[in-house]
């Protein structure tokens, strides 16, 4: 790729970018945007829509940038969970990192690549024509003692993230052991989901675990709660939900047609009492069926078992319960509004093959997705495309076109396809037998970040550069050569990716150009109230595969292509500031895992570091040095060692808490004059809400009050 090529795409995302901060700056202000733009203010009661014009709002104004800059990390503690923290201190760890690469990467292994002479010396007069390779490794000479200054940044870059890793880990353990100290007990910290429960002839499930745990836990259980099949039930809830919309709507909206005909020969009704009927025989129907469903015949072998001390509920989570494995399985509950209802699978072995589904289902959308890569560095060729589409040929003579093709678009079009990756991955996790929304997330956020990896990554590398080589891993010997030979020669692209997927993914997520769509659309058709708002949860399956895949970008071309690290410092600012400012505004956690998504960053960045150690090995020794490449080898072990260290040292926080947190927070809890009630509500906390009663009135002030009832859970 030439120069110009990536100043034209520069160019493209900057100015997208300043168009982007421009409109939010004014639509922000707009009152009728204020349920796209800070719905979480609007939920909570801080803001209040205003009428009558004000030329203020119409003039572009940064005080939000102040705002979201001010906002200390104990205020987004408070505010939104410890999730968001570790979001931001994902995005501050690789500022940091790049931070300290950029230094040594733009002002000593840049001028030392521009200054070799292997392919030709830079034209300053003609810069724009001159290609990215100059400014990468592949432009120093092999055996040129100009590489030990490479080899010395790869040892101080890993010293310098090992140790930022170790501080990011106890850091965050630290806060996740205070978090869960100063939190009021919790429904999920004293109770465990048990499935595989085996059932005698004669008994319910019901009977069956209280018998066993009245027995083997006598002094620590207190109650269960018993799951049902409830997916008739549920489609019941949404047609009534539904029909009570259609109510409200057809009440508040004065230009409804108070009168329609029925069919096409029915006659004319009113609406209204025609809504109110259909919602009253669903009702009815929704009381039988909750009725039927709660026959011990409609019970399903798992259970949530409640324990009267988190030290007891640790205990039987821990423990096996049974001399055969496959029964009487323990799992961590989550908290009663993360439960993901649909997921109840009894059988071990149902849930063993489902995983082994979509372990295949991965794979098969991993090798489809090839053909985009390959369709993108196809694009990145001129003269290969000009071969595929000889028609074209004219056109990609002409300078701004193929800037833009070259520049541009192959990194356009990969990500328009990896939009649809998220919400597969969320899919895929949901029907492979995750308990609770947050554990489809983590998992979703695991298989998108290694998806992407492999996709944008290696695939595009090998892609490109060693194309069609469909045995490049058959022989491990030689992978640190092949990494050698075609990652540098993907330097020009992955900038141009940095720049269009990150620069423009973090301006859209500020813009909120989907939910800003869909706002326009409803309102003609619709109205809502603040009290009918739905506060967003971030993505966090979507937003930190993104970040970790920079990161592993950043990590591993530092030293080949520094070039790079400037776009993606620009990029991380860019996130630091727009993310602290949708947690203010726009985002409200829905659960909490107390920053479990971590231990999934710092595998990324061990593989990173890994990673660029190999191809450091196969670049020295393709470029002669032997001495360097054999001096890299102590490196990927130590880096395995501290990872090994770190994974005894820190991870078991993040999986349970110790039995000294634990009694000693039960100790803390005894002295709580709130407990007794705590143990009335915990033994109803985890009813399927499918089964709670709905409440309907035929009049109109009863029409006001929701139709699902809600417990506090």
């Not at 057809?250 to 009927?277: A, C, I, M, T, W």
């Not at 988190?310 to 323990?330: C, D, E, K, L, R």
């Not at 979507?542 to 990161?551: E, K, M, S, V, Y």
């Not at 060692?641 to 808490?657: G, T």
């Amino acid at each position: 790729m030439l120069v110009s090529a990536l100043v034209t795409s520069v160019g493209i995302n900057s100015g997208l970018c300043i168009l982007f901060f421009t409109l939010y700056s004014i639509l922000r202000k707009q009152p009728s945007n204020y349920e796209v733009y800070i719905p979480r203010l609007l939920a909570e009661g801080s803001s209040k829509r205003r009428s009558g014009f004000n030329l203020e709002r119409l003039i572009p104004s940064p005080g939000w940038v102040s705002r979201a800059w001010k906002l200390s990390e104990e205020d987004l503690l408070l505010s939104t969970g410890l999730d968001a923290v570790v979001f931001m201190r994902i995005i501050t760890f690789s500022l940091k990192v790049f931070l300290f690469a950029g230094i040594i990467g733009i002002f000593v292994i840049l001028p030392v690549n521009c200054t070799g002479t292997a392919l030709h010396e830079i034209d300053f007069a003609d810069l724009s024509n001159n290609s990215l390779d100059v400014f990468t490794i592949s432009n120093v000479k092999s055996g040129s003692k100009r590489l030990w200054v490479h080899f010395s940044a790869v040892y101080l870059v890993t010293g310098f993230v090992c140790y930022l890793l170790y501080y990011e880990y106890k850091y965050i353990s630290s806060k996740r052991m205070a978090y869960f100290y100063s939190s009021k007990p919790q429904p999920h910290q004293f109770t465990i989901l048990v499935r595989s429960i085996p059932v005698l002839a004669g008994s319910s499930v019901s009977e069956s675990v209280e018998s066993f745990f009245k027995e083997y836990h006598p002094t620590t259980y207190l109650s269960h709660m018993v799951i049902h099949r409830t997916s008739n039930l549920q489609s019941l809830i949404n047609e009534a939900k539904k029909l009570y919309g259609r109510v409200i709507h057809s009440q508040s909206d004065p230009n409804q047609e108070k009168y329609k005909r029925v069919g096409f020969f029915g006659q004319k009704v009113d609406l209204v009492d025609h809504y109110e009927k259909q919602l009253e025989d669903i009702e009815e129907n929704l009381r039988l069926e909750q009725s039927e469903v709660s026959w011990a015949g409609e019970e399903i072998r798992a259970a949530f078992v409640s324990f009267k001390s988190q030290y007891g509920a640790a205990i039987a989570f821990h423990m096996q319960q049974s001399t055969n494995p496959t029964h009487w399985v323990t799992e961590q509950a989550p908290e009663p509004h993360d439960v993901y209802w649909p997921f109840f699978s009894s059988s071990f072995l149902r849930r063993w093959i489902s995983k082994l589904v979509i372990i295949v289902a991965c794979t098969i959308l991993t090798i489809l997705f090839l053909i985009p890569v390959l369709l993108v560095q196809g694009l990145t060729n001129l003269s290969q495309l000009e071969v595929w589409f000889p028609f074209l040929k004219s056109i990609l003579t002409i300078t701004f076109v193929s800037q833009v093709v070259t520049g541009y678009l192959p990194s356009l079009i990969l990500q328009l396809f990896l939009k649809i990756v998220p919400p597969i991955m969320v899919f895929l996790s949901s029907i492979q037998g995750c308990i609770s929304h947050s554990d489809i997330e983590k998992s979703a956020c695991n298989k998108v970040l290694w998806f992407t990896i492999w996709n944008i990554f290696f695939a595009t590398v090998f892609s490109g550069s060693v194309l069609y080589q469909l045995n490049i891993f058959l022989d491990p010997k030689n992978i640190p050569a092949k990494l050698a030979v075609s990652v540098p020669a993907q330097a020009s692209f992955f900038i141009a990716y940095v720049v269009t997927s990150g620069w423009t993914s973090a301006s859209s997520e500020l813009f909120r150009i989907i939910p800003l769509i869909c706002s326009l659309i409803r309102k003609p058709f619709a109205k809502s109230t603040d009290d009918d708002l739905e506060v967003p949860s971030i993505r966090y399956h979507n937003d930190i595969p993104r970040i970790l895949l920079f990161g592993l970008l950043g990590i591993t071309y530092f030293f080949l292509a520094p070039l790079i690290l400037p776009f993606l410092l620009i990029y991380l600012c860019l996130a630091y500031i727009i993310y602290r400012n949708q947690f203010i505004n726009v985002y409200a956690a829905k659960y909490e895992t107390a920053g479990k998504f971590w231990p999934i960053v710092h595998n990324s960045m061990i593989f990173s570091l890994l990673l660029m150690h190999a191809i450091a090995v196969g670049i020295f020794t393709s470029k002669k040095l032997s001495l360097a490449s054999t001096l890299i080898f102590p490196l990927p072990v130590v880096t395995l060692l501290f990872n090994e260290y770190c994974r005894k040292r820190f991870l078991p926080n993040f999986i349970a808490y110790s039995a000294e947190v634990l009694i000693k927070k039960d100790k803390e809890d005894q002295n709580d004059a709130t407990m007794a009630e705590f143990y009335d509500a915990l033994a109803t906390a985890y009813q399927d809400p499918a089964l709670l009663p709905i409440h309907y009135s035929a009049n109109a002030d009863s029409l006001n009050s929701p139709l699902i009832s809600s417990s506090e859970i």
